[in-house]
């Protein structure tokens, strides 16, 4: 996908679709372009597009402009959650001597002000309603978003996720593996939850904790079993596994071993010898 794409707004746009989405089921559609524009704005939940065998992941309040000179079908893919609008629009042939004003827009941006480019696409929601709206009035809506889009080229997906709270998101995925360790969950378990998509919140999680959230959930697994190969001391090291969360007793051995440099076993022997009022403990 191309960086960025200029936009000649000398002549008006023809407006050729506008829709507010909000869906309750789980969709896949393909689109064709042509010499038409497709622009896209999430408010919700998260969108899935291939362009031309390339995939892009979406979340909230971001953009993505689709060229008019884009002939690979676009295909779409969202959840249950989505929630974003959808303009298609074509631009007018410019005489060759006819003065230019080019507007630069990125591709694919994390918007500056969502709020304002939300109303501005209300209002050509409704202004595309009326038989008797102005076309002009349509372009020049289309323009203010367009600038929306170009003014917030300098904006990153992680300088505008910290801006709203990338601690709050982090937090929120902690609280979730804290309340469900002990369960069979994965990643787009949490991100089902916290409404992200599972590549968006898996980037912005590591971004503000410097480990994936399947290391988070296992640190956690192991965070508790430490505790419970002390105070379960009747238990034996499978049945720890799975009061922890891990299915395969192996795997538990093989992964706290990597967090604690020593085997369940060895972690428990270790400890009651320096804890001699426990009482024994079970060796299976």
Not at 13 to 19: F, L, M, V
Not at 97 to 119: G, M, S, T
Not at 166 to 194: F, K, N, Q
Not at 199 to 224: G, N, Q
Request: net charge neutral.
């Amino acid at each position: 996908m191309r960086d960025e794409l200029p936009v000649y707004f000398a002549h008006p746009y023809k407006i050729i679709a506008a829709a507010h989405v909000a869906s309750r089921y789980a969709v896949k559609e393909v689109m064709h372009h042509g010499h038409t524009a497709s622009l896209l704005f999430v408010i919700e939940g998260h969108l899935d597009l291939d362009l031309g065998g390339k995939h892009l992941a979406m979340g909230p309040s971001e953009a993505f402009l689709a060229g008019p000179d884009t002939f690979e079908p676009l295909t779409l893919s969202h959840g249950t959650d989505a929630e974003f609008y959808l303009l298609q629009f074509a631009r007018s042939e410019v005489p060759e001597d006819f003065p230019r004003h080019v507007l630069r827009v990125p591709e694919h941006v994390a918007i500056r002000n969502p709020a304002r480019l939300k109303h501005l696409f209300l209002m050509l929601v409704e202004a595309m309603r009326d038989p008797a709206g102005s076309r002009l009035i349509l372009h020049h809506l289309v323009v203010l978003m367009l600038c929306d889009m170009a003014s917030s080229s300098l904006v990153t997906c992680e300088v505008r996720t910290r801006a709203d709270g990338l601690e709050s998101l982090a937090s929120r995925v902690d609280a979730y593996i804290a309340a469900h360790y002990h369960e069979p969950i994965g990643t787009p378990d949490v991100a089902r939850e916290c409404r992200y998509n599972p590549d968006y919140l898996e980037r912005a999680y590591r971004a503000e904790r410097h480990r994936s959230i399947r290391e988070a959930i296992h640190l956690r697994r192991i965070k508790e079993a430490r505790a419970q190969l002390l105070l379960q001391r009747s238990r034996g090291i499978a049945e720890i596994a799975s009061l922890c969360g891990f299915s395969d007793v192996g795997h538990f051995r093989q992964v706290f071993k990597r967090a604690v440099n020593m085997t369940p076993r060895e972690f428990r022997s270790l400890h009651t010898d320096r804890m001699g009022w426990l009482p024994p403990a079970r060796t299976a």
